[in-house]
């Protein structure tokens, strides 16, 4: 994986479907013990958050020391962001100090901000940056989804139905788990289903690119306005809110007022395959996204889930930054 050393991790579909499967490979590697190296010795790791974490910001803290480095976090509030001083002037600052950056950054209400000032800071910050989460993207988290399907299923995991459902939510909620999840199974020649009430379509650019990436890679991405005809075969449940294109915050607000009924039940098992799961990236309030018996039910894995953040990022950080 020589050719990934030193690249910036922002968006699944700068990568190829080998790549994606060798970062998973190394994952596996990484969390069974069979790949002890210490890829991150001597190197330190930033972690800059504009807005609140609990898994990203503890798994790779974790990672970080895991692979023999070390990281240290920083809210934008106590930088001189806060300040007004540019991403560009903090960028090429912390990558004099650092030898990755991991950035967390986006605003419900500008939908493109943080992709677009990820990409300003990886252009002059001379190291890594890898995306914590934008309005845009979530790679590091469809990492982890992709390592815990790949456990779950085995050597067919790429055929198993998957069904990505928006569900309804009080907190408006950032789309980049749906696009990278549209990147990640077009590119692994996944079969992926979107699922979502009419106002609440991917970025058509997303949809675009999954599906000219699915006419190579045998990727079945198909879109569904029925969730219970969604869940109909399915071997995943996968339950996330996220903000519509349309408008605003208030437009957005408005149109999910007579949804709270859109939300993962039993009744969604019941027409799924036998032993299929159920998966969110959390923070999930049981009763919005889904129902409690769902949440902590047999079905739910939500908490493998979680734990392989740990593991994928350690691979994504061990391929940017690992020297043998």
Not at 40 to 60: D, E, Y
Not at 112 to 119: I, K, M, N, S
Not at 253 to 267: D, F, M, Q, S
Request: charge should be negative; charged fraction near 25%; glycine fraction near 8%.
């Amino acid at each position: 994986m020589k050719h990934l050393q030193d690249r910036s991790f922002l968006r699944l579909r700068d990568f190829t479907g080998e790549d994606l499967e060798a970062i998973l490979k190394l994952a596996e590697d990484l969390k069974s013990g069979r790949d002890t190296h210490p890829y991150l010795a001597g190197q330190n790791l930033g972690l800059l958050f504009h807005v609140p974490s609990t898994r990203t910001r503890i798994s790779f803290h974790v990672a970080a020391r895991q692979l023999g480095g070390d990281a240290e976090g920083y809210e934008s509030s106590q930088l001189q962001l806060s300040n007004s001083e540019t991403l560009v002037d903090t960028a090429a600052v912390m990558g004099r100090y650092l030898d990755a950056l991991v950035v967390r950054m986006y605003d419900m209400g500008r939908y493109r901000w943080g992709q677009q000032g990820l990409e300003t800071m990886a252009g002059v910050a001379g190291v890594p940056v890898i995306n914590a989460l934008t309005g845009v993207e979530h790679p590091c988290q469809i990492m982890a989804d992709l390592l815990t399907v790949r456990e779950r299923f085995g050597a067919d995991w790429k055929r198993r139905k998957v069904v990505l459902t928006w569900a309804w939510a009080e907190r408006q909620k950032s789309r980049g788990v749906t696009h990278s999840w549209l990147s990640a199974a077009a590119l692994l020649g996944m079969n992926l289903t979107v699922a979502f009430p009419p106002g609440y379509e991917p970025d058509d650019d997303y949809l675009d690119f999954a599906r000219r990436t699915a006419a190579t890679s045998g990727a079945r991405v198909s879109l569904s306005n029925d969730l219970d005809e969604a869940a109909d075969g399915a071997d995943v449940i996968y339950a996330k809110s996220w903000m519509s294109m349309r408008g605003t915050k208030a437009d957005d607000a408005e149109l999910r007022r007579g949804l709270r009924h859109w939300r993962v039940g039993l009744g969604h098992f019941e027409r799924a395959n036998e032993g299929a799961v159920f998966m969110d990236c959390m923070p999930l309030i049981r009763g919005d996204e889904a129902d409690p018996e769902v949440v902590d039910g047999p079905m739910s894995i939500r908490y493998d889930e979680a734990e392989n953040r740990l593991h994928a990022q350690k691979a994504i950080l061990a391929a940017l930054l690992g020297r043998a």
